[in-house]
């Protein structure tokens, strides 16, 4: 290993920090990695400093951003944490809307303004695979309505918290080659690494037999197992595998007569009949092409002032990796209507006022199920995690309830869109942003301080 510079140790940090003396120590920052002198040198200003030339070694410019800690494991002084937040691209519209991935990058990288640690966002084109740097973006407002994008050179990441946008950029050969190649890195850790597919998210969490009973159920589509779903359900719905926002998703009910109806939620809605499944199949080819797609069991759901709905949970872990809810709203559809995503129209309204309805405001019950609601999140999010051995940070879970009240899981998303205004609470929406980056701090290793 290359020896670059000198690190310069108060031997109060020394002490708090456990570091051996030697003549030589290890120092990382994000997955560059040297030896360095080390001096025991006491200072008034600060408790260490490096020398201009491991400084430039390790690509550190405004080294106030940084805490420092000591690896035990890996027997190194680690400097950081610096987390990179990767988009498939940089927006920079002229309209601001607040629902929009420019709003969740800006409002991303001004929270991170006032955590202790490094952010950018970068893109697959910032990285310098050679140099091991990345051309990293900060945004600095410049007034009210107005601001700009601002690049500097960063080291490599910790952490990098995976925010492309949608299955098109995470299917781009660039995002896949970036991602398999930072998977790799020494030391980095990369969290939310794809969106998730409905039919595998089905089979992992099977793995758990405490959640079969929230499971609705789901096979691929094909058409033998299509009629046999309509030999045994009255209802079902036909979803695109890597589907999401509602688009795409086909609701099938088998009259007394054996037809099938059917209602095609794409760019508005389409309904029909068909007289077999086969039938079924050939009459919605236009819509679902060659994508792969999932049939699955139809509950009867209840409804709130005759609408459908169900429950949105954005479900997060925290600054001490701990999973928690973060928010929890209902999506309510429009009148007619099943499918209660906002962009197909639907509406929020606070879960207790929907519990407070349907559960004829039974206090008792109601605490019951927010607590049942609480183990069943848990249970879904720590079963992904352990079967598939990838880590989350956050979830998006769409959950129903039928009408004797039990709860069933509709779908589980590793990437929910998060809009920056609310009419429910500001600090409500402040803490979805926020502990994503708290997370990152943890799993960098690093201490969550103010």
Known sequence: MKTVGQIYLTSNLINKLEIPISRLIKVRVGVKTYLSQLIVRDSQRRSYILSPQLARALNLRKINKYQI?????????????????????????????????QA?????????????????????????????????????????????????????????????????????????YTKRKLMSMPYLKYFNPAFLNKWKVHGLLLNNDSLTPYLPETK???????????????????????????????????????RLRYTVY??????????????????????????????????????????????????????????????????????????????RGGTAETSKKVFDDIFNEDRELIISKNEELQNMCKMVAETLEDVSQKIYGELGLDIGIDKEGNFWLIEVNSK???????????????????????????????????
């Open 220 to 258: 691929l589509l094909t058409l033998t197992n299509l009629t046999e779903m309509i030999s045994k359900h009255k209802t079902l719905y036909l979803k695109p595998s890597n589907g999401s926002q509602g688009h795409g998703i086909i609701k099938v009910v088998c009259d007394q007569s054996g």
């Open 104 to 176: 969740e990058l800006i409002y991303l990288s001004n929270m991170g303004l006032k955590l202790p640690a490094q952010y950018y966002i970068f893109t697959p084109s910032s990285i310098n695979w050679t140099k091991k740097t990345i051309r990293g973006y900060t945004y600095r407002k410049l007034d009210q309505d107005q601001g700009n994008w601002i690049s500097s050179e960063y080291p490599f990441p910790d952490i990098v918290y995976d925010r492309i946008a949608s299955r098109k950029g995470e299917g781009r050969a660039s995002v896949k």
């Open 416 to 450: 929910p869109r998060k809009t920056t205004e609310t009419t429910l609470s500001q600090g409500i929406v402040r803490n979805t942003f926020r502990r994503p980056l708290q997370y990152a701090i943890y799993l960098a290793g690093f201490e969550n301080r103010k």
């Open 69 to 101: 800690r000591y690896d035990q494991e890996n027997e190194m002084i680690h400097i950081g944490p610096i987390i990179g937040i990767m988009a498939d691209y940089l927006p920079n519209e002229t309209e601001y809307k607040p629902n929009s991935v």
């Open 266 to 343: 794409k760019k508005g809605r389409h309904s029909g009949y068909a007289g077999s499944p086969d039938g079924l199949l050939k009459a919605t080819r236009y819509c679902r092409k060659r994508h792969p797609y999932i049939v699955q069991e139809g509950i009867n759901l209840d409804s709130y002032q005759h609408s459908a709905f169900d429950i949105r949970i954005i479900y997060q872990k925290n600054s001490d990796g701990e999973w928690l809810i973060s928010k929890k709203f209902v999506r309510v559809a429009p009148r007619g209507s099943s499918v209660a995503n906002m962009s």
